[in-house]
């Protein structure tokens, strides 16, 4: 990115010196990512629904455009010439302003995204809490949305998908802190550089998979899509919601569920780097469009999961999604953070730059041993969890069955 | 950072905390107290970290007392809102005016 | 054209200009709180004061604050509020939200402001121009584990023991427990 500041320097515009000609390049690069977020839903839409048609071994859309490929723009059109219908007693500001808000918490979050070696649009040294703050903000949005609409229905769906939400943020926030502490950094520049040794994925796959999953309850998709719940509560918290804002809100859902294929990706897998490649080593254009296209690939392979998990699972009962949030992600987070801090301490290279750090007593064993270790800590305490999740329920079978074939006494169904 | 004074800092968080006094003593609901007393903390939190980066900005002490002050505050509007429910259960009714059962 | 020649983009004020939109979003959110009829409004004002505060957190350098600001009164202690007007209102009443006192209660705080702002004013701070250093969030780290680790292990007791009781109070009648 400095390169391009400084051919624009050159040009000798008049009043453009060097931080003018940084802050057109960031704006310009800003423009094109919120665009672009949107503009991606018209891929990411087609791509579902070619993708669910698939699986469930029909043809899908095919009738607009080469393939279906123009669906995404009907789709559009209709939704433009729809009547803006507003709920008579609705809280009209409110009303108006929440899918805004949803749509601006989800871009917002692709400031803090490294998307090649060089382009990252802010460097915060907080970057891993701004994602957790603008999913708070996310969060907010569907509560307003709810209220707004005066609607029994809509409050209620909006209550669930809160409570899902804020259910799944924990582990969401605890797997974030696993990689601020491997990494040692909490800005995703620095995540990205410290992967240069091995990606994440492979070091910590217990927390990859913690963080995909809370990821997609977070977002609304199936297997956790009460929040939609076609079949259950008319549509949730959207159902007064037409035309525009409709819209509106499934560009924020669609923008989200990118936003989480791109963290995914940044966090876990490496960013822009290929393996055995020195991305960064490379001259300037072809690092950043390599970097960019290894991104992409990642994401989009993060958003072919999503709508094959959509395609293939059924939808979760609210509480036995809570029970799962509450009951098994977050102990088992917990106890994992507290493995890899372990691991971490013991391995840590000591430091006397800044402020002073002891040298841990296996750190002779480098890298490698701390990739080890950590890999033998995540799997160690995802065999520990279901131990005990399957010796608890087997004590629910067994108590059930005993329930059931008891002769004497009066007892009803075996609940569980 | 020198262009905006101290005094202004200190000026504007003596503001937030006024209002939120007004609300505090003025507002019916009780939601509507707890959510003036959070304006206050925060009113608070603005003089901690403005003393910190103007006069101390090499002791990290100013940010941990802002720190601790937004934790027992949250922790504060949990229970209050606890209270609050459990009271709108047994009473139907969540104005502190007519919470008045131990009145002569 | 109609700009001086020595005109440089990069010299104007922003920090002053920042400074009064997140002082309009803060006050006037403030405001809004203590005086809207709704009580879902005032939330929302609420909620756009303490993005104000998370702006002024960035100004003063502190921005793991802001981020935090943001997190814990934004992302939860907002919802929260806005749960429990949503949970125990009759919905959408618009009745006025100032009790008896109101009249009292203004030059009240009028006089804590006036109070207040003299205070502050007479005192020459000992200002120092220093800056602060960028690594605040290891400084945060060490200071919690190391000199203020009574308060950080304090706080978090504090966290459960309220964690706990509002579940206690907020649970209502459970089926086969009897209440004495």
């Known amino acids: ?416 | ?104 | 054209m109609f700009m001086p020649s020595n005109f440089d983009p990069s010299q104007i004020p922003l920090v002053p200009i920042v400074f009064w939109i997140m002082t309009l979003f803060t006050v006037g959110g403030a405001i809004g709180v203590v005086s809207s009829k709704k009580l879902f409004h005032s939330g929302l004002y609420l909620v756009l004061s303490f993005f104000g505060v998370a702006g002024y957190y960035v100004l003063l350098s502190a921005g793991f604050m802001a981020v935090v600001q943001l997190m814990v009164y934004v992302g939860a202690i907002a919802i929260l509020i806005l749960f429990a007007v949503m949970f125990s209102r009759r919905p959408m009443a618009a009745e006025s939200q100032a009790n008896r006192q109101w009249w009292l209660g203004l030059p009240l705080m009028l006089v804590l402001f006036v109070v207040l702002v003299v205070t502050v004013g007479s005192v020459a701070w000992p200002v120092s121009g220093a800056e602060p250093t960028a690594d605040t969030v290891q400084q945060l780290g060490v200071a919690f584990l190391g000199s203020y680790l009574i308060p950080f292990e304090v706080v978090s007791v504090l966290l459960s023991v309220a964690l706990i009781g509002a579940i206690i109070l907020a649970r209502g009648k459970v089926e086969g427990e009897e209440t004495n």
């Open chain 1, 1 to 416: 990115m400095q390169g391009v500041i400084d051919f624009l320097v050159s040009l000798n515009i008049p009043y453009v010196n060097a931080s003018v000609a940084r802050y057109i390049v960031l704006q310009v690069l800003a423009a094109i990512v919120a665009v672009a977020a949107p503009a991606g839903l018209i891929i990411l839409t087609w791509l579902e629904r070619k993708i669910i048609a698939r699986i469930q071994d029909r043809l899908g859309p095919n009738r607009a455009g080469p393939f279906g490929l123009l669906q995404a723009i009907a789709d559009m059109v209709k939704m433009f010439t729809k009547e803006d219908i507003t709920p008579a007693k609705a809280d009209r500001l409110v009303y108006n302003i929440a899918p805004g808000l949803g749509m601006f918490a989800a871009i917002m979050a692709f400031a803090v995204i490294p998307f090649a070696p060089g382009f990252a649009g802010t460097q915060m040294n907080v970057g891993l809490l701004y994602i957790v703050a603008i999913g708070g903000l996310g969060t907010l949005a569907i509560l307003m949305a709810g209220w707004a609409s005066n609607n029994k229905y809509a409050l209620l769906g909006a209550f669930r998908a809160v409570a899902m939400l804020l259910t799944y943020e924990i582990p969401m926030v605890m797997t974030l802190v696993m990689v601020a502490v491997v990494a040692g950094s909490m800005s995703m520049v620095d995540v990205v550089e410290a992967q240069s040794g091995m990606w994440f994925v492979v070091s910590m796959p217990v927390a990859f998979l913690i963080f995909f999953l809370s990821g997609v309850a977070e977002v609304g998709r199936s297997p956790f899509d009460l929040v939609e719940a076609e079949s259950e509560i008319i549509a949730g918290f959207h159902t007064e919601y037409s035309g525009i804002k409709f819209g509106m809100i499934m560009i924020a859902e669609y923008v989200h569920m990118f936003a989480l294929s791109f963290f995914t990706a940044v966090l876990f897998l490496g960013g822009w780097q290929i393996p055995f490649i020195d991305v960064a080593a490379l001259p300037a254009p072809f690092a950043a469009i390599l970097g960019l296209i290894s991104l992409l690939v990642k994401v989009f392979f993060f958003v072919f999961v999503m709508m094959w998990l959509r395609g293939t699972l059924p939808r979760f009962r609210i509480d036995h999604l809570l029970d799962f949030g509450w009951k098994f992600l977050v102990p088992l987070t917990l106890v994992l953070l507290i493995g890899v801090a372990f691991v971490i301490r013991l391995f840590a290279p000591g430091s006397s730059v800044g402020i002073p750090v002891a040298a841990g007593p296996l750190s002779g064993l480098g890298m490698p041993g701390q990739v080890v270790a950590l890999l033998v800590t995540n799997l160690l305490v995802l065999g520990l969890a279901l131990v005990v999740v399957s010796s608890a329920a087997r004590r629910t079978r067994s108590k059930a069955l005993r329930a059931v074939s008891a002769v004497d006494s009066p007892v009803p169904t075996a609940g569980k």
């Open chain 2, 1 to 104: 950072m020198m262009t905006i004074p101290l005094s202004w800092w200190l000026t504007v968080a003596a503001a937030l905390f006024s209002i939120g006094v007004y609300g505090a003593l003025t507002r019916k609901n009780a939601i509507g107290i707890l959510m003036s007393i959070e304006l206050v903390l925060n009113a608070v939190n603005i003089n901690l970290v403005a003393f910190w980066r103007y006069i101390a900005p090499h002791d990290i002490s100013g940010q941990v007392f802002a720190i601790v002050v937004i934790t027992v505050a949250a922790a504060e509007a949990v229970v209050g809102l606890a209270l609050v429910l459990a009271v709108f259960r047994r009473r139907g009714s969540a104005i502190v005016e007519e919470l008045d059962i131990l009145k002569q």
